[in-house]
């Protein structure tokens, strides 16, 4: 199995509360992706990473930022959770993108539910 | 932004039958994956597409690169119930683009 962990797996937190889940991979992989998976709506793309300090928007951007600090760790922080974040968030790191293909490999997953 | 469009949604289907999904899109890619989504796990890629045209298989799996570069097929012959799960098909362009997901049920 790929090293990637993420953190927490489960969290229940208050509206209005800033939560960060963090994702950890051992592959020293140049891209990492945070997604949302929702029924009807697949996964959403919400930020990316192509290399340390480097990150670019998703899709489904709004409410949430990341960083990369160092190539093993991302991080995705909802600045102030609201319902409708409320969803199962998954990481992902690929070696290469774009014409590089190599294989993406995700996380467990991160099931938030906000209140 | 991009999007694909993958179908059927779901698909509720008899142990031994074989079944097709597709993912289309109005851009044009220079690669298309499918991924698999067991029930409370992360995706995991069954196979990958680089050519326009390309067939490629994978046990009894089989997906197509549309010769167009705007979509794909996944078929899968004799289904058995393990092949429960959500198929999703992908495009990498930095950005790694899902679709919608098709949902496939099999019963014995």
């Known amino acids: 199995d790929a090293g990637i962990t993420q953190s927490p797996r489960h969290k229940v937190t208050e509206t209005g509360t800033p939560v960060t889940l963090r994702c950890h991979q051992t592959e020293n992989h140049r891209y990492m992706y945070w997604y949302r998976q929702d029924p009807g709506h697949g996964l959403r793309l919400i930020h990316y990473s192509y290399g340390v300090k480097d990150t670019d928007k998703g899709e489904v951007s709004d409410g949430y930022s990341v960083s990369r600090s160092k190539t093993e760790d991302f991080l995705l922080t909802l600045e102030s959770a609201t319902s409708s974040q409320t969803s199962v968030y998954f990481c992902?790191?690929?070696?290469?993108?774009?014409?590089?293909?190599?294989?993406?490999?995700f996380g467990q997953g991160t099931r938030l539910t906000v209140v | 932004g991009q999007q694909l469009n993958q179908s059927p949604q779901s698909m509720f289907i008899q142990e031994g039958e074989d079944v097709s999904m597709n993912c289309t899109s109005s851009s044009i890619f220079n690669t298309w994956l499918w991924y698999k989504q067991d029930p409370g796990e992360g995706p995991v890629l069954l196979i990958a597409l680089y050519k326009a045209g390309e067939l490629t298989s994978n046990g009894r799996l089989t997906a197509q690169f549309g010769i167009t570069r705007k979509d794909s097929f996944l078929n899968i012959s004799a289904s058995i119930p393990s092949d429960v799960g959500i198929y999703f098909c992908?495009?990498?362009?930095?950005?790694?683009?899902f679709g919608t997901g098709t949902r496939l049920q099999v019963f014995p």
């Open positions: 992902a790191i690929s070696a290469t993108g774009g014409k590089g293909y190599t294989e993406a490999f």
């Open positions: 992908a495009v990498n362009t930095d950005k790694l683009i």
